[in-house]
């Protein structure tokens, strides 16, 4: 197997690996976590802070995880690529929603809606994401 050919699997592994970690992430705490711990009994209060740190914690992730898959992306498919491919654009656009998100926390700390809305963006933007093929694999 060549070199170049060895590099691209290890890429598409790597791709899928960091994808289903961050966008897994988010959609399990948002939708399993939090309500598991509402449901528990815990004090809404504490349930809410505990949401809150990992929701800022997986936002973090996430921003790192789609840096990593960008370069994967340029390595596969050129640097252009992150600009003229709906993945590269997905990816530049998650980055910004990222960069978004603490902003909102800390600009605006009584607001509850607008980080929430962010993070739940981030998460459909990901969806959106995993529909998209591997960066150097054919559909198939």
């Known amino acids: 197997m060549s070199d170049l050919r060895?590099?691209?699997?290890?890429?598409?592994?790597?791709?899928?690996?960091?994808?289903t970690f961050w966008v897994g992430g988010l959609?399990?705490?948002?939708?399993?976590?939090?309500?598991?711990?509402?449901?528990?009994?815990?004090?809404?209060?504490?349930v809410e802070e505990v949401g809150a740190?990992?929701?800022?914690?997986?936002?973090?992730?996430?921003?790192?995880?789609?840096?990593?898959?960008?370069?994967?992306?340029?390595?596969?498919?050129?640097?252009?690529s992150l600009w003229q491919q709906a993945r590269?654009?997905?990816?530049?656009g998650i980055l910004l929603i990222s960069a978004t998100?603490?902003?909102?926390?800390?600009?605006?700390?009584?607001a509850e809606f607008a980080p929430r809305f962010v993070y739940l963006l981030l998460g459909f933007?990901?969806?959106l994401l995993v529909l998209q093929p591997v960066p150097g694999q054919s559909r198939s």
């Open 88 to 92: 590269g654009r997905l990816l530049l």
């Open 6 to 19: 060895l590099r691209l699997r290890a890429g598409a592994a790597a791709w899928r690996l960091a994808q």
């Open 27 to 46: 959609w399990l705490l948002h939708f399993v976590v939090v309500p598991a711990l509402q449901r528990i009994g815990l004090a809404p209060l504490l």
């Open 125 to 127: 933007c990901g969806a």
């Open 53 to 80: 740190g990992l929701r800022a914690l997986l936002v973090a992730f996430a921003a790192f995880c789609v840096v990593l898959q960008g370069l994967i992306l340029a390595q596969a498919e050129g640097f252009p």
């Open 101 to 110: 998100y603490p902003l909102l926390r800390a600009g605006l700390p009584g």
